[in-house]
């Protein structure tokens, strides 16, 4: 579990403090809700979240609202648990009646499924990024800003090809839904991309003794490891024993594993580790991202990739809710769905570094980036890369 700082425990205490002074909502106000994690495991996450959202939804209000309507973001800490996050949900939709929500887990999205196509009445994407949720017909008023864990396997391994036809490859994941999400399918993409998958092992989340799997790699002699299911431990274990024993094998992550600060935490064990980010980083300058000024000016210390993600969120739905009022259309789980699904070549502002669209539940592009530890930073490895929808 990361510790919070004292500046983290702060900025925890002012969101909290947010989230209790939110103003009743007024006639016309389009509301965000959310269920974050502001506490807990996944609290490096929640904070930045909260804040990508929120600033985001600031600049909106700033400029006059959406068609004169201002956003409001109510939202309350779940410690990442799903029942309080529940709670969360029911509390804020009978308070606020929420066009827009953001969820906090998987486990989340799948089980307040249901009660969101029951009432009709919002749209909801959240820090998922699980393969079954994208899935229109199954889930068809949820998304996710960015590609699912499949599709970013899928990026991984098109890089993969591309470097070095009939490279091999190994996976690493967790024992856990989240660990074991794109393990199957990526293999057979693998095969069609004419790589070799010469390894799959398997092991607890978290810091662990991983000796006898580092033995197994060592054996299986990969030119890329691709670890998944994991925010950092026991990534920095792996890499620091099988450089140990001379291994030369690339070693990639997934989304969240990505945070430059995290990544920079590993010292010198970072060095050339690389992975999928859909987003370019806080202090990425290359090329066009007035969107990335903003926030920069708008916080000039580093902002997570959690942070991105909710911007990026926050953004596409208030796009939703703007071409929904532009057709004169009340604000409904379909209509809005409809809406973000119309968005096609959309300028994010150089979030994402290429035009983006929305025809289902997913945004399958993504950018290899490696970890310069001389820079202290996560720098372009590979062009954005689209996958096929």
């Not at 596409?316 to 009022?325: F, G, N, Q, S």
């Not at 959309?346 to 950018?367: H, K, L, W, Y």
Request: hydrophobic share 40%; aromatic share 10%.
């Amino acid at each position: 579990m990361l510790r919070l700082s004292r500046r983290g425990l702060g900025a925890l205490a002012l969101a909290a403090g947010m989230a209790a002074a939110v103003p009743a909502k007024a006639a016309d106000d389009i509301v965000l809700g959310g269920s974050i994690p502001m506490t807990g495991v996944f609290a490096f996450a929640g904070i930045g979240i909260q804040a990508g959202i929120s600033d985001y939804l600031k600049i909106v209000n700033d400029a006059g609202g959406v068609k004169g309507r201002k956003v409001r973001f109510a939202f309350e800490d779940t410690a990442y648990k799903v029942d309080a996050s529940v709670a969360v949900f029911n509390k804020i939709v009978a308070q606020d009646k929420p066009n827009l929500y953001y969820g906090d887990s998987t486990a989340f999205s799948k089980t307040i499924n249901p009660e969101l196509e029951r009432s009709g009445q919002m749209i909801m994407a959240g820090a998922s990024f699980a393969t079954e949720l994208n899935d229109p017909k199954k889930y068809p008023l949820q998304f996710m800003a960015g590609p699912d864990y499949t599709e970013m396997f899928g990026i991984l391994l098109r890089y993969i090809a591309k470097e070095k036809p009939g490279a091999k490859v190994a996976f690493v994941n967790s024992d856990t839904e989240f660990g074991r999400d794109p393990i199957a399918t990526s293999e057979k993409k693998a095969v069609e991309l004419g790589l070799k998958v010469v390894e799959k092992i398997v092991t607890p989340p978290g810091s662990v003794d991983v000796s006898t799997e580092v033995l197994k790699l060592r054996r299986s002699a990969p030119d890329y490891t691709i670890f998944h299911g994991y925010v950092m431990a026991p990534i920095p274990e792996f890499i620091a024993q099988a450089k140990q024993m001379g291994m030369t094998s690339k070693f990639m992550g997934t989304f969240w594993s990505m945070d430059n600060s995290m990544v920079q935490k590993m010292g010198e064990l970072a060095d050339g580790f690389m992975g999928v980010m859909p987003y370019r980083y806080y202090y990425d300058e290359d090329g066009n991202a007035p969107m990335l000024a903003k926030i920069r000016q708008m916080r000039p210390e580093y902002q997570s990739t959690p942070y991105m993600q909710g911007f990026l969120t926050a953004m596409l739905m208030v796009e939703a809710a703007k071409r929904t009022l532009d057709k004169g259309e009340p604000l409904t789980g379909k209509t809005l769905k409809a809406a973000l699904n119309s968005i096609k070549d959309f300028d994010t502002g150089g979030i994402i570094g290429v035009p983006i669209s929305v025809p289902g539940n997913s945004i399958p592009v993504g950018r290899i980036y490696k970890a310069d530890v001389q820079k202290k930073l996560m720098v372009p490895a590979s062009d954005w890369i689209k996958l096929e929808q």
